[in-house]
């Protein structure tokens, strides 16, 4: 029998959040309530993933019907469908073999949304060249990821490979990075001036990591998670330069790319900044740009598939890229559509296109008056503040907590944000992340919310939150 | 730049199969015949793969339609549909979080699916228990695979972990065992007896090994892919009376279990078979049994779903599963529905049943029919023996090559069996499976053909192979 001793040590080695222990409890008070105990809620909810779906936002009908067709293509003579709708599943049908979505595709995914997906990059870039060979699509953002720090990864028993990642994070980069078996080298973003990136911060940290592993790659979130914040063109350029100095491999997580909403920002990818900023750069720095459907306005979580630009890498190196994904068979196929879909929406005078425009529409206005209005509720709010979020899916608040809260933390071994995020759930039914799940060790304390919900849902957490938050920082709730 | 000499050593060391080269090739003349350049043939056709859909199977109406309905839930209303599609539909949207397929599932997959899978095997091994908290889904029976291999992997530069695998064996092991840096320790099957294991062979193949690798687990594909034998009790008794003694995990690919055609034969588990040895055995051995519904009469290898039953594991082994499958993310979730409808299928009575049943009825006996159609014409081949297929959906013929060709091969330092394969691939527009590709050394030639094709397919398939092969062994063809 495998005895625990027998466990591969790199699995064992890979660290658990206290997020899945959020969620055990959640999942257990909703039980509960199911079996009749009595709360004083009526149902949990959970804004702590950027999951928008499940929390009540709308599919884009375009998507599924194209979807619905391609499954089942008896629906191309459905003439309630628009047509734009049947002509397009007739296009995808005739891109996949045997015209099922049964069929597997290359490892790298369907050439055909390939195509779309570089044309979809010139488009956005105003013109700088994007080409199919470069576009790989997997299981989402997270499985193209995967790939390229193995490929990073060293041997065991010798000095680590390093990456550089933001303080705040994505909570699922640690996990990634300690199955891989490379080492994370934190750099701390600036709250104080909305959540910059600094300079002088990713030197401080490049050096201190040059005592203890090999840094080969820096990862950027921007639009960033969990934090909001949007790159300015100059601080992209300087991480360009760093990055190009430095000799490492950029690995950009734009997956909020469309998710800009801060007033007179808008998102200007890593690769257009790169090729205008002439030749020294734009044929020399290695870049990796991921995207993916899960985090468009389409929220397709559950349909996993995310794609990546690799930039400037050596064929000899990309050639092993197409040898990872392809031990990984292919991306599902339903997902590559939506790729497909996403990055070629209708045109004006396409059927669907009304329709496609406002569901688009009112989910982004959605996103920013969502932001807007919950980021003023949380700054009002005693022992809370909150930087403003430009972009992406989240506010990320900072908490003050009061002393004795810290204390009782302590007592009960659990991190304070995390104590404050069980009593919440507890007492008022809401579930949001906790900012140590982000990479916090600083002392200070944050939450993590999404804002890509209803606006009603909205209304509800920002009341039970604000009464519980009100509650226990005038001491009338134990800590 | 990320250099050649910095890739990792351990993605450098995955093997590459003369398959994606064959396939190169077959995509490289359907190309040249789409420009207008003349060939013999009209098109490629490719029965190299397991995928039932690209060779022109057609998928099984209720699946696609629930699926639909799900994707697009206003298909509810479509009175077109069966009264059970809808409902079922209705079931599965229910049990997605905000009742969209778009939402994230637990890491594990659905529960509601679990829990149909358990049912399923309970059904399947006449009441032996089976408990959802054992059942974990993933993106196919691979990705299964990968996360129990990573589990057993060691630390590297110390002393390998080790596999047993079946030589014939399914040819994306060797780079499976690469990637998680374990070592492959072939045992041979034994052709002539129908492809059967060797108890002799395996301890063979296990003494070999000891000597430089830890063997902690043993890999069965039953039914055989690419060989076609199904085992019977006895020999499934047998090996595992051999990992009980040897203290081995099983690892056993049943991803063909319900393509059983053989005359006589049936497919049993060998959980079923574990449960009825006894608790000596039932209580101790460690199993792991995949599935996927690729490989089912479904032939859904685009939706990229199976799953795996844990057997008798640690549960504080378990607990690393589990964390490994989080590292994932999630299985595609219309792969994830797609299980549950193969595990839980119409019952009499409701409304698609009958269609369902016609369906399933004219798959299994097109694969049967073809199976023995093909085995006989391959066997009244010159140069050409071709055990009987009990199970599975390819045939495994032998080659006895002149050896002109061999040494022909020799020059062009190439496989003899691939060299046959590109003859045939030029001179004829057929890709098929060549040996060397399912881990044959032991100077034995094989081709490997899926025979769940439609039937005209199939006769299109043996005929240009025929043709090629007859003019190949009587000299009126260049080698």
Chains 1, 2 share one sequence.
């Not at 060979?133 to 299981?139: E, H, L, R």
């Amino acid at each position: 029998m495998t005895s625990l001793q027998h466990v591969n040590p790199r699995v064992k080695a890979i660290r658990v959040t206290p997020h899945s222990g959020l969620q055990s409890l959640a999942a257990h008070i909703t039980r509960k309530i199911a079996l009749g105990v009595q709360k004083p809620f009526k149902e949990v909810i959970d804004v702590s993933s950027g999951d928008p779906h499940k929390a009540g936002m709308k599919p884009v009908s375009f998507v599924r019907q194209v979807l619905a067709v391609c499954l089942y293509p008896e629906l191309l003579k459905d003439n309630q469908l628009p047509l734009d709708v049947r002509q397009r599943a007739q296009r995808l049908l005739q891109a996949c073999d045997g015209d099922s979505v049964g069929s597997y595709t290359d490892s790298s995914g369907f050439t055909h949304v390939r195509q779309s997906i570089a044309e979809f990059i010139m488009r956005r870039d105003a013109g700088v060249p994007s080409h199919t060979k470069d576009i790989f699509i997997s299981a989402g953002s997270h499985s193209a990821l995967v790939v390229v720090v193995k490929l990073l990864a060293g041997v065991e028993g010798e000095i680590q490979t390093g990456v550089l990642t933001p303080t705040p994070g994505p909570h699922t980069l640690p996990k990634l990075l300690d199955e891989c078996g490379v080492t994370m080298v934190p750099y701390q973003l600036m709250e104080d001036q909305g959540w910059t990136l600094d300079l002088d911060e990713l030197h401080r940290a490049l050096m201190v990591a040059r005592g203890h592993c090999n840094p080969r790659a820096i990862y950027i979130s921007n639009p960033g998670n969990p934090t909001g914040h949007v790159q300015d063109r100059k601080s992209i350029e300087e991480v360009i330069q760093f990055a190009a100095a430095e000799r490492l491999l950029l690995l950009v997580d734009e997956v909020y790319q469309e998710s800009v909403h801060g007033q007179g920002r808008e998102f200007i990818s890593y690769k257009k900044v790169l090729f205008e900023m002439g030749k020294e750069y734009s044929e020399t720095v290695e870049m990796v740009s991921f995207h993916s459907v899960s985090s468009a306005s389409f929220g397709e979580c559950g349909l996993r598939a995310g794609y990546m630009e690799v930039v400037n890498m050596d064929p000899e190196v990309m050639h092993y890229v197409e040898t990872l994904l392809c031990t990984n068979i292919c991306a599902p196929v339903t997902g590559q559509l939506a790729l497909d879909l996403m990055t070629n929406p209708p045109k004006p005078g396409d059927s669907s296109y009304d329709t496609y425009t406002q569901e688009l529409v009112l989910i982004r206005t959605t996103l920013s008056q969502n932001a807007r209005r919950a980021q003023e509720f949380l700054n009002d709010l005693p022992g809370m503040s909150c930087q403003s979020a430009m972009g992406g899916i989240y506010l990320y608040p900072r908490l003050h907590l009061p002393s004795e809260i810290i204390e009782q933390a302590k007592k009960s071994e659990v991190e304070p944000d995390v104590l404050y995020c069980q009593r919440l759930l507890e007492g008022e039914g809401v579930l949001v992340g906790a900012g140590c799940q982000y990479g916090e060790k600083t002392g200070k304390h944050h939450l993590r919310l999404c804002t890509l919900v209803p606006p009603d849902t909205l209304d509800e957490v920002l009341a039970r939150l604000g009464s519980f938050h009100l509650r226990l920082m005038s001491g009338t709730t134990s800590p």
